[in-house]
């Protein structure tokens, strides 16, 4: 039998690699999804209370159910808003991580209570830290230890995310190498960890860099960027939404009015092209669903272009893959959110197209007239 070549035996190991990854979020999915069953089973039987915090962890497990599934289907963290507020996603890897982290090892985290939000995914953000976290764990799982999660707000404004342990360390010679593909070392299994953490720091356009704790020990800093989410309040203006399914678009509707906004729902391309065409018809912004009964898509926001030029349009979508970016930045979208994303995120998009914003959509992140479109 003839011997594997170099680059035969690199597929095979990536090929590996992909199987064990889809494993892994199978296993995540399904321990996800138990978490959201047993709290929504508690929380019928509790008091008010604790059903009432049933409910919010539930609403938790969901969260990472939708980040476990859009990064699965978008590895390079490309669509919807991104943003996160560290200390959250602190506690979510702190607790994560606890069952896997040994007696021996203890940990503290010292986060400024004024810590802004950051141009990060949650999900993105929960994998970097998470996967510091692990290996930080297991460095000091012979010896005991301390880990430690410190942050700052730098000179220029960007956050500084900071996990440190007091364990063996790594040698200075090693710092880079650590961060490239399949260079872990014996025991760190196929070594992606760090190079799949840094890719997610600088997709998000940050950075992640190694140096040593002083004292003894590795010191891992996360860079990102803050977010400025000050955008003025709706204050009654008017918002057309155009959603297809009847409970999300009640449910959307009494968020957006919750916000302040002045909301007419709409069923369908048809029903939305007659609002626009009223004299009073064209709304201060419009959520549009991509995919809808009769006229959708591209079709329908080139025929809403016709009649409103200006309007800034917030597009949703149940995207699974592919890239519309072209015809969203050709037709001047102003956002798009992937299903499923958070009300927060909805609402913060409606009120910063609203504003006049910049678009806020990821180039290269969904497909027009793609079938993985809803």
Known sequence: MATPTPEQLLRLERDAAAGRLAAAANHDLRHLLGGVRAMLEWSRTADPASSEQ???????????????????????????????????????VERLSRHQRPRTVQWQTELPADLPPVACDAG??????????????????????????????????????????????????????????????????????????????????????????PGGGATFTLRLRPVQDAWPAPAGRHLLLTEDDALMRSCLAEALVADGWRVRACAD???????????????AVLVQDYRLPGIHGGELLAAVRAIAPTLPIVVMSGWTGGDIAAELARLQVASYLAKPFATADLLAACR????????????GSCQAGSETID
Do not use: K, M
């Not at 391309?269 to 009223?278: I, K, P, R, S």
């Not at 910063?352 to 180039?363: I, L, N």
């Open 54 to 92: 049933a409910l919010d962890h539930a609403l938790r497990y969901l969260d990472q159910v939708a980040d476990l599934l859009r990064d699965h289907a978008d590895p390079r963290g490309a669509a919807g808003p991104r943003h996160c507020a560290p200390a959250s996603v602190v506690a979510d």
């Open 124 to 213: 993105a953000c929960r994998s970097i830290l998470l996967n510091l976290a692990v290996n930080a764990q297991t460095a000091l799982a012979a010896t005991g230890g301390r880990i430690t999660v410190t942050a700052a707000v730098e000179a220029d404004g960007t956050v500084a995310l900071r996990l440190a342990d007091d364990g063996p360390g790594i040698p200075a010679a090693r710092h880079e190498a650590v961060f490239e593909a399949f260079q872990g070392q014996e025991g760190d299994g196929l070594g992606l960890g760090l190079w799949s953490a840094r890719s997610l720091a600088q997709a998000a356009g940050g950075s992640l860099e190694l140096a040593d704790t």
């Open 269 to 283: 391309g048809e029903e939305l092209l007659a609002a626009l065409a009223t004299p009073d018809g064209e709304p």
């Open 352 to 363: 910063r197209a609203a504003a006049g914003s910049p678009s806020h959509f990821p180039s």
